[in-house]
């Protein structure tokens, strides 16, 4: 009989599925489906997460551009300090 090299490698396939405890390649596909699903989730909300700060750190920044214009700096002065530029100051 001639050596079938893929019923060979669908044997051991077999052998190593049954011994982790899987009862065939669909439970590792769908085992290996979650895992990539729960990844994915934790990396939107990682992102998501740092996204926001970043909104928030630029909130507080406009805030108090805004009180520094009000108390009557100027808007050269006030884009210095925080970082936004002349036109965003002035739109103010």
Same mark, same amino acid.
């Given at each position: +009989?001639?050596?079938?090299?893929?019923? +060979?490698?669908?044997?051991?396939?077999?052998?190593?599925?049954?011994?982790? /405890?899987?009862?065939?390649?669909?439970?590792?596909?769908?085992?290996?489906?979650? !895992? /990539?699903?729960?990844?994915?989730?934790?990396? /939107?909300?990682?992102? #998501?997460? !740092?996204? /926001?700060?970043?909104? #928030?750190?630029?909130?507080?920044? @406009?805030? %108090?551009?805004? +009180?520094?214009?009000?108390? $009557?700096?100027? +808007? $050269?002065?006030?884009?210095? %300090?925080? $970082?936004?530029?002349? $036109?965003? @100051?002035?739109?103010?």
């Amino acid at each position: +009989a001639l050596f079938d090299r893929r019923e +060979a490698h669908r044997a051991t396939l077999r052998n190593l599925l049954q011994r982790e /405890g899987y009862e065939d390649l669909e439970a590792v596909l769908q085992e290996g489906r979650e !895992m /990539g699903r729960k990844a994915g989730l934790q990396e /939107g909300e990682r992102k #998501g997460e !740092m996204k /926001g700060k970043k909104e #928030g750190r630029k909130e507080k920044t @406009v805030e %108090i551009a805004r +009180a520094a214009l009000a108390k $009557g700096m100027d +808007a $050269g002065l006030v884009a210095e %300090i925080s $970082g936004l530029s002349e $036109g965003e @100051v002035r739109a103010l």
